[in-house]
């Protein structure tokens, strides 16, 4: 199947923990993808487009809701 990756790179750090590396992210996307159906009818994925993508939430995996999640800037 083929990956659909943020088209952003956005990147994120916890004020609270400090954590930069495992985030909880709740996003919208529109794609457009590339189906192909087997004679025998199973699905392959072989390429896919992020047409749009909006960024809903995003908390610490350690923290949670309680953690202050912000965008790192120049990243």
Known sequence: MADVTSSTGRRYRCTSCGNLT??????????RSFHH????GELTVERAELLAEDVESVECTWCGPTGNVQ???GA
């Open 22 to 31: 495992r985030f909880d992210v709740t996003a919208t996307r529109r794609t």
């Open 37 to 40: 159906y087997t004679v025998g």
């Open 71 to 73: 965008p790192l800037t």
